[in-house]
DNA sequence: ATGATAATGATAATAATTATCATTATGGGA
DNA sequence: TCCCATAATGATAATTATTATCATTATCAT
């Protein structure tokens, strides 16, 4: 893999973002201070990253795509009301991983964890409120908030 | 939610199908016998089943949208080479939840688990050469056959 | 410096899913 | 049992995120 202009601002984009930012989100920022930088290749690059093991590229709850620069063994929180994702710096021990062995006979090589419910702001917002639908609960705050 | 010829087959389709299949696939068979159902109905009515949390949702290494009738508490093994997603009749304790809740403010409600690694089937077929990419893989697994 | 080739960027293409909307089916109440 | 408000359906248009194509440019080993 050479390197580029490119690879470098992407990787700092991402460095910045300590919200797991989608391909899309990403390209959208790094828009504004570098016009010249077309989507695929950030779509392209973090992929290429992804794959390489340089950065992780974590599924949201909808299917969607994002990418997380931190490498160091950690889970995930995504709040099923609005979707976003935050880090839960845990080390979980690799025992699970020999216990779940006993149960199939694949190979398991590693673990994704991933917790779920409702963030302070969500809870807060609409105390209890529980919605899956990222829409539906976009319109729900903006009317909240009118 | 009101009944239909159509909810009871879309149902009875799934819980024939026990490989987790994706909307598409599932509209794919239950079209051989009834070419009256469209996929939009399909779509609406896995995905609303899911929210009453009738069946379950998953998602896939790639981003797609994975159905499972089962309910029972149970995890899965996604392999990392051909997609396939196994069960793992796991049952693991709530104690993990109270532990990551120590990590974060958040109020979590539950967790998901994803074991990865190689299936049986892909381990022989290439003896252990790990490939992230399907399509990739696609293409070494029909090279390897010819 | 040079050349093989990897990377880029504009854009076309793809694929999965969702929205629209006219039509049909469901089920609670008269 | 029939009515009817309205939920559900199905054909298809629209959307959205992502990937493929390909001519051009940049990288880096020699």
Known sequence: MRNSKQKDIILRALDEHKIHPTADELYQYIHKEHAEIGVATVYRNLNKFAEKGIIRK????????????C??????????????IYDIPMNIGKDLIAKAEEFTDCK??????????????CEDEHNGNFVFDEKE???????SMS
């Open 58 to 69: 974590i599924v949201g709850l909808d299917g969607s795509s994002h990418f997380d620069s």
């Open 71 to 84: 490498l160091e063994p950690h889970y995930h929180f995504i709040c099923s009301c609005c979707g976003k």
């Open 108 to 121: 398991i090589t590693s673990m994704d964890i991933t917790f779920r419910g409702l963030c302070r702001k």
């Open 137 to 143: 609960t976009e319109m729900l705050l903006t009317a």
